[in-house]
């Protein structure tokens, strides 16, 4: 006898929280695997690397002297000393262990700082393109989410005046990001300060900035971060992990830099949610910052080389346009002159073509028109899958 569920009745709330398409593209993808489907997958950001040697000795070390328990909700004090001492020799800027959260990956930063801090009627200002969960959490927390565009003929790089133009008396939060997911853009020095300048006459304004791939960048490209400047500082929340730099996805750790009162108010949500972030990967994530750089070097050294080779083969597909981004490890081609939608395009690639790629709107209306292909894979898998883009957009 089958059993009638009762409804389901979901919070309102539920209502407002978006997703990440990357993650349901990879999940049909995988189905159409287990059916016997060879797909070719440039839709997820994850570097295909395996996590450095040293780092995972680090961790494996600490799982056998017991680093398997509760730790502080904030993080462990050496490993906040580390990530403190990191930040202030890569942004030029003093930091203590007290101003620095540990939490479990790179978008709790992001959940934790728009509850913190976003309520209803206030306004938060988002890239568009940018990382969906930006847009998402904004709305989640109950406050209005103000797409800032981010424009292909701006080298993909942030127009200060689209930040500016968008600031009213309700604007609570800025986020900024740089490099970015999905566009590879990198803001630089000057187009920074011009925002910057604009924000110190609102004290009311805090700033969240991504700076996730900041590693991760090319052709003698700056990366430049608002922490560094001490007339905002108090207002600026630092986002940053191990995930893309040191190949450590999985190990699902990342960390948040912020003045003291604020990382207090982040480490009562963190005590609400998670408890704490796993003690043994804090241990390799010390290891991470303080340890052997040369796997690090490596990796970049072989996403550069991917970054020209993908955006070559790019150019040479007819209706294809692709910018040489300057840093993350993502293309943003222009497929407008293709005729259809960037989500038809991206179904019928997957469906048709065996090529998992994503949208450009998975990342806001202003991608209309693009695709974003991630790097993170070899060269013989990007020849492969741009092969059969090529072949499926001749056939057309």
Not at 35 to 46: A, F, K, P, Q, S
Request: charged share 25%.
């Amino acid at each position: 006898m089958t059993q009638t569920l009762p409804s389901l009745n979901l919070a309102s709330r539920m209502s407002r929280l978006g997703t990440e398409t990357a993650f349901e593209v990879l999940a049909r993808a995988k189905q159409l695997e287990s059916e016997g489907r060879d797909i070719v997958h440039l839709e997820i950001g994850e570097p295909d690397f395996d996590t450095p040697a040293n780092i995972v000795e680090a961790g494996r070390q600490a799982l056998a002297e017991g680093w398997t328990h509760y730790g502080p909700a904030a993080g462990l004090p050496d490993a906040r000393e580390a990530v403190a001492h990191y930040v202030a020799t890569t942004r030029g800027t003093s930091v203590n262990g007290n101003e620095v959260c540990i939490v479990p990956g790179g978008k709790p930063v992001m959940f934790y700082a728009l509850l913190a801090l976003a309520e209803a009627g206030d306004e938060v200002i988002f890239p568009d393109p940018g990382f969906p969960i930006y847009e998402s959490m904004i709305r989640f927390a109950g406050a209005k989410a103000v797409g800032c565009p981010i424009r292909e003929s701006n080298g993909f790089a942030l127009d200060p005046q689209d930040v500016i133009s968008r600031l009213t008396e309700k604007t609570k939060l800025v986020i900024l990001n740089s490099p970015a997911n999905p566009t590879g853009g990198v803001t630089g020095r000057t187009q920074l300060e011009e925002v910057l300048a604009a924000l110190r006459n609102r004290p009311d304004v805090w700033i969240l900035s991504d700076e996730i791939y900041s590693r991760l960048l090319y052709d003698g490209a700056e990366h430049v971060s608002p922490l560094s400047d001490p007339s905002i500082r108090d207002r600026v929340i630092l986002l940053d992990g191990f995930s893309k730099t040191w190949a450590m996805t999985g190990w699902r750790i990342g960390f948040g830099v912020m003045r003291q009162d604020l990382c207090e108010a982040i480490t009562k949500l963190m005590i609400n949610s998670n408890s704490c972030t796993a003690s043994f990967t804090q241990r390799a994530a010390i290891e991470a910052l303080q340890g052997d750089q040369s796997d690090v070097e490596k990796m970049h050294a072989k996403f550069d080389k991917r970054r020209k080779h993908i955006v070559g083969l790019l150019n040479e597909i007819p209706g294809f346009s692709c910018h040489l981004p300057k840093g993350a490890f993502y293309v943003m081609p222009n497929i407008r002159e293709l005729g259809m939608t960037a989500k038809e395009l991206q179904d019928r690639l997957l469906l048709e073509a065996g090529v998992a790629a994503l949208a450009g709107t998975a990342f806001g209306a202003e991608g209309e028109g693009y695709l974003r292909f991630s790097y993170a894979t070899d060269i013989p898998t990007i020849e492969k899958g741009l092969g059969r883009v090529r072949e499926f957009v001749e056939a057309l």
